[in-house]
């Protein structure tokens, strides 16, 4: 079935509105105020929302302005998954101030569409590595990486997955010890960044694991419940270590390393 043709009135509106959130902060995208709450933010963004998702206008053939109107109301995601993450609207605050209160960082605006494709490249790396294909996780974290080299998140990731591909001696210790210590730091200051990063005492456990120092392995594991009690990774490993300290259930190694194929 084939779209009808756009009114030019729509049209105009699109590039308008596009061209003024280029221009303005977060805040002002959403018409909120710099001490909203995240329901407020929320609200200003489901609005945006009913005007300009694009599946609202998917009966219109926009023509090259198809492509404006993703980005457009990826901007206003853009504004709302920051401003109603703690830590992200933190930094972004932060931003703000060092820039004079003008939009992205340090004045410059964050390309909408690429966070977006850094997101999705994220997700797939995140699903590669869950299946133990590390070496295509890794790769897909080192173009996350490229595309907002600013995100705590995507750089450990990246560190952890070349920390997993590591040379190792026949006992399974990575040979090049100041690669360990990369990703160590790394890991590290993910921790200290994002205080409710479970995964990355996950990390830390596997590299203290990796590196024989089990009894530091533990408690990363134990502070990963502790931030996520849920945390399957933290609570699998854990069981892991009790059955290797009690000399249960035999085959504890093979067990350990199937479970971190490398690939």
């Known amino acids: ?35 909203a709450d995240a329901k407020v933010i929320r609200r200003a963004y489901n609005q945006a929302a009913a005007l300009w998702h694009p599946d609202r206008h998917n009966k219109w053939d926009l023509g090259e302005d198809d492509a404006t109107l993703t980005n457009l109301f990826a901007m206003f995601t853009e504004a709302q998954t920051v401003l109603t993450h703690k830590e992200k609207r933190s930094d972004y605050d932060a931003e703000l101030e060092l820039s004079g209160g003008a939009p992205g960082k340090h ?7 690429a966070l977006f494709q850094a997101d999705s490249t994220f997700r797939l790396g995140q699903q590669l590595l869950e299946r133990g294909k590390i070496g295509a996780a890794r790769d897909r974290f080192g173009e996350c990486f490229e595309l907002n080299p600013d995100s ?23 040979k090049d010890k100041s690669s360990v210590l990369r990703a160590q730091e790394e890991i590290q200051l993910a921790i200290t960044t994002l205080p409710q990063f479970a995964d990355g005492h996950v990390m830390m456990g596997r590299l203290h694991m990796d590196m024989g120092r089990i009894d530091e392995a533990r408690r990363s594991f134990k502070e990963a419940l502790y931030v996520a009690p849920k945390n399957v990774q933290a609570q699998r490993q854990l069981r892991l270590l009790n059955m290797r300290k009690t000399g249960g259930g035999g085959g504890f190694m093979d067990k350990l390393k199937s479970m971190f194929k490398r690939g």
């Open 107 to 113: 004045g410059k605006r964050v390309d909408a569409a």
């Open 1 to 35: 079935m084939s779209k009808q043709a756009a009114p030019a009135e729509l049209i105009a509106k699109i590039r308008s509105t596009h061209k003024l959130l280029v221009s303005q902060t977060y805040y002002d995208r959403l018409g909120v105020a710099r001490d």
């Open 152 to 174: 705590a998140e995507f750089r450990v990731h990246l560190a952890y997955t070349e920390f997993l591909l590591l040379p190792r001696n026949d006992k399974g210790i990575p």
